[in-house]
């Protein structure tokens, strides 16, 4: 293992690793408790269509990943606001549309492009000290706004109604959440891959929310375990040479359902059934 650390390309994976599980743990518990669970998926495919159309382009993926996976959000929230469609029917159709948009530009490619394929399927052990830079700048953005931020976020998580009566600027507050889980995704692509990165927003906080009642607890829980399975998977994957995606979320996963198995609110449910 110390062997293993001496190499440069590790020690960016597993910084990069650190930092993705980290903020997609964070997010994912207002993604969990506010019920927006797709939302994570549709982000993904928009921004891999961002991804696909920078490498078709020929510039740089980051900025044209953002602006795809923003404007997919937008229109999504925009879309239920106005009661013109509920969110998870927005979310499908923006997530088979952007796929499509992808596939169409990867096949507008001359060739076979590892890069853009890495995006799709996740390659953290390629990560290069400028994308760490972005993804470590992404990361303390995030974080810095849901801590300032946090009462209000998870008032709107809980009640936006409410919220909103209550004084609390809801609306502002929600695109504000739809904004900070498109970056989180922009953040998680090249580590975990836009078709597993939602699943790393929603697994770690799901399995937080199986073990404690506290949101504060929830919160740390969420961050513990992302981090843990994001390092563990990137260890993994280097000793056994497996992809990295997937081992991260099938990590994560098994940690959910041992989780649910032995949560606690299980226990007590059983208890009081006896």
């Not at 982000?43 to 923003?70: E, K, R």
């Not at 999504?76 to 606001?81: L, Q, R």
């Not at 390092?231 to 959910?256: H, K, R």
Request: some cysteine; proline content about 3%.
């Amino acid at each position: 293992m110390i062997e293993m650390l001496t190499y440069d390309f590790m020690q960016r994976s597993l910084l990069a690793a650190v930092l993705v599980g980290a903020v997609c743990s964070v997010i994912g518990v207002f993604v969990v408790l506010r019920g927006l669970a797709f939302i994570g998926a549709g982000t993904a495919h928009a921004a891999f269509a961002g991804v696909a159309l920078a490498y078709l382009l020929g510039v740089p993926p980051l900025p044209l990943a953002i602006v795809f996976g923003l404007a997919t959000v937008w229109i999504t929230g925009v879309m239920e606001e106005q009661g013109r469609m509920k969110l998870d029917v927005s979310i499908g159709i923006l997530y088979t549309a952007t796929m499509a948009l992808a596939i169409l530009f990867i096949g507008l490619m001359k060739g076979y492009n590892a890069e853009v394929y890495g995006y799709l399927f996740g390659s953290v052990l390629s990560v290069t000290p400028e994308e760490l830079r972005v993804i470590g700048l992404l990361s303390v953005l995030v974080v810095g706004v849901i801590f300032i931020f946090s009462k209000e976020l998870y008032f709107i998580a809980f009640d936006q109604d409410m919220a909103e009566a209550s004084g609390v600027p809801a609306r502002r507050i929600f695109y504000l959440l739809l904004t900070l889980i498109a970056l989180t995704v922009v953040v998680s692509l090249k580590t975990v891959g836009a078709i597993l990165v939602f699943a790393m927003v929603l697994v770690p906080a799901s399995t937080a929310y199986q073990l404690t009642h506290s949101l504060k607890q929830m919160t740390v829980y969420a961050v513990l375990i992302g981090v843990g399975c994001a390092v563990w998977g990137v260890m993994v994957s280097y000793w056994w040479d497996l992809p990295s995606g997937p081992a991260i979320v099938l990590l994560a996963t098994t940690v959910f359902f041992l989780s649910v198995f032995f949560s606690p609110k299980r226990v007590r449910r059983a208890d009081a059934a006896h």
